[in-house]
C-alpha cells in the first residue's frame, strides 16, 4: 500500500486503517431544508481497496484450502455429519480490525464472517460489559488471553 500510493508506511497504515476495504462511506450534511440528519452514500476513490484486493484474494483462497481441508478430514463414523458443518468464521487479532473485513469475507467465503470476542470465556456477559471500542481493541489481544486462561486453567489441575 506504501509503495503503490507512494506514502510513508506510517501513512499507509493509517490509511489502512481509516478506509480499509470499505468502498463506500455515508456522509452527512444538510440540505436546504435544514435535515442534518439527511444521508447519502457516496463512492469514494476505489483505489486503496483495488491495491489491497489482491492480497485479500489470496488470503480468501487459503481459507477456502483450510476449509476444504477440514471438510475432508473432519468426518469420522462416529459423529454426526451435521456436526462438521462450518456455519461461521470468527476473526480474531488485530488485522481482524481491519474496516470492511468482515463483509468482504462473507461475501467471498459464503459464510457469515465476525469478529471474535476475547472476552467471551472470561467475562459472564462480555456484551454488556465490554464496550464495542474497546473489543475492537482487545481483539488484539487475543492470543494473549487466550494464553492466559490457559495458564488459569491448568493450575485448576
Not at 497504515?13 to 450534511?29: A, C, M, P, Q, S
Not at 467475562?123 to 473489543?135: A, F, N, Q
Request: aromatic share 8%; proline share 4%; with cysteine.
Amino acid at each position: 500500500l506504501a509503495s503503490k500510493l507512494g506514502v510513508s508506511s506510517v501513512e499507509a497504515e493509517r490509511i489502512k486503517v481509516n478506509y480499509g476495504l470499505e468502498v463506500k462511506t455515508k456522509v452527512k450534511f444538510e440540505e436546504k431544508t435544514g435535515d442534518s440528519e439527511l444521508e447519502k452514500e457516496i463512492f469514494e476513490d476505489r483505489q486503496v481497496f483495488q491495491i489491497m484486493n489482491p492480497v485479500m484474494l489470496r488470503l480468501v483462497s487459503e481459507i477456502k484450502n483450510f476449509l476444504d481441508f477440514y471438510y475432508s478430514h473432519a468426518s469420522h463414523e462416529h459423529s454426526s455429519p451435521s456436526r462438521h458443518e462450518v456455519k461461521r468464521v470468527l476473526l480474531s487479532g488485530g488485522g481482524a480490525n481491519l474496516k470492511g473485513l468482515d463483509c468482504y469475507l462473507t461475501r467471498e467465503l459464503g459464510l457469515p464472517v465476525v469478529l471474535g470476542n476475547p472476552w467471551i470465556n472470561i467475562l459472564d456477559d462480555p456484551s454488556e460489559r465490554v464496550p464495542e471500542t474497546y473489543l475492537r481493541r482487545s481483539s488484539s489481544y487475543t492470543n494473549a488471553l487466550g494464553l492466559a486462561l490457559r495458564g488459569i486453567i491448568a493450575d485448576d489441575d
